[in-house]
């Protein structure tokens, strides 16, 4: 472990003197290197998938796993737009002169070497691997062993274009052991990783964020809710919750429960069952919501659940303070909205929500790196230190003070 990381360390430093056009290049031959082994990438995800039917995976993680020719291209589409992004690297964030005459640059720099542990998802390997190339960061990644031979192949993809281009392959290296042993070894290993960033189920983050040496960025899991406010348009409303729900739910960025303010709850609640029954959604609802439709009972611990499926909770409160309550005790500070036509309203939403990302008439489904205009993301940061939300290059990047002097001393 010891000497493949000290490897990683070594490649990233190569990376100091390349200039951003030569990364781009790089990026766009990296996408198409993508598309050239579409058919071996199919293959191997093949493979994944049958051993997930085997293992009798839940159906939302087996969504997550499969790749198709879409999702491959859109892989390598998301490549491209990172390479079209500014170059995050050697930008000068402030300047100033002190009183004894030196020139003081604070000046953008790689973080060095980023450890990356992930679930399920194949795409997460591009995607981490090309922002880490971009912002000039080497990478270890360690996906599940459900993609295992998905990532792969997608790696193997993207270090024949490093070769090809006489760079150590080991800037965009799987991790060699990916068993518990030896995600615990790489997260003590901070004489040569620089960060830490675990996504996935909320065991992995704990897991990581106790017994990590490293410093760990976390991107936990998303308890997001919608709350629909008496002076909501309603028909906006239900399409947003819709889409907030159903379009996509097992990402970490759909909603999980539905808040209804009192005052309109009798009359919309049959209209919002109507909409999800028709998108074969599974309702869970407190006392007064189950007075008004017939659902299921929704309990104090589903409130605290991330379902990743195409169930949601419904809680009627009072008002929107009683949806900020809700959210203060339930809410895991990733993504919350608000649907109302009150300014007054939404600006204190907005102000007493503590989150990633607060949203007004819009859905949560949102918070995602290429519809921030990242690209792509490692990820959305649950933290408040260093990078929050969808973490694009910029939170991959760190500063030094450059200062230039002549001759003085103190």
């Given amino acids: 472990m010891e000497q493949f990381l000290e490897k990683a360390k070594s490649a990233s430093r190569t990376l100091a003197t390349m200039s951003g056009s030569e990364r781009n290049r790089i990026l766009r031959e990296m996408a198409q290197s993508l598309r050239a082994n579409t058919m071996s990438i199919l293959e191997a995800n093949a493979l994944d998938m049958r ?12 969504e997550r796993l499969m790749l198709d020719e879409k999702r491959i291209d859109a892989m390598a589409v998301a490549i491209e737009e990172i390479a079209a992004l500014k170059d995050p690297i050697g930008r000068v964030l402030e300047g100033w002169v002190t009183e004894a005459g030196l020139k003081i640059e604070k000046v953008s720099i790689p973080i060095g070497v980023i450890g990356i542990i992930y679930e399920s998802r194949p795409n997460v390997t591009s ?66 990783v620089d960060l830490i960033v675990p996504r996935g189920g909320e065991g992995l983050i704990r897991y990581v964020s106790q ?8 991107h936990d899991k998303g308890l997001c809710h919608t709350y ?58 407190c006392n007064l919501t189950r007075e008004v439709i017939s659902v299921a009972e929704a309990f104090e611990e589903d409130f605290d659940t991330e379902y990743l499926a195409n169930i949601l909770n419904i809680r009627v409160v009072d008002g929107v303070e009683g949806a900020i309550s809700h959210i203060v005790r339930f809410g895991s500070g990733h993504s919350e909205a608000i649907i109302t036509e ?10 007493a929500i503590d989150a990633a990302a607060v949203y007004v008439n819009a859905s949560t489904r949102f918070t995602d790196g290429g519809a921030f205009g990242f690209g792509a993301e490692v990820g959305i940061s649950t933290n408040k230190l260093h990078a929050r939300g969808p973490m694009g290059v910029e939170g991959l990047t760190t500063y030094k003070y450059k200062v230039y002097g002549k001759g003085q001393i103190r």
């Fill in 211 to 218: 017994n990590s040496s490293v410093p760990v960025v976390k």
């Fill in 51 to 62: 051993h997930a039917k085997e293992e009798n995976l839940a159906s939302s993680l087996k």
């Fill in 127 to 192: 995607d981490t691997a090309a922002l880490c190339f971009k912002s000039s960061n080497g990478c270890v990644l360690k996906g599940g062993k459900e993609a295992e031979l998905s990532n792969i192949a997608i790696a193997e993809a993207l270090q024949a274009v490093l070769t090809r281009n006489n760079l150590p392959k080991e800037l965009i290296a799987l991790l060699p052991d990916s068993s518990r042993e030896g995600v615990a070894k790489l997260i003590k290993m901070d004489r040569y």
């Fill in 228 to 285: 629909i406010d008496s002076e909501a348009n309603i028909e906006n409303a239900i399409a947003i919750a819709l889409n907030a729900k159903v379009q996509r739910p097992g990402v970490c960025n759909s909603m999980e429960t539905l808040l209804i303010d009192s005052a309109i709850a009798p009359s919309v609640l049959p209209l919002f069952k109507e909409a999800f029954d028709r998108a074969h959604t599974q309702l869970k609802g």
């Fill in 342 to 351: 009150s300014i007054t309203t939404a600006e204190r939403f907005m102000d």
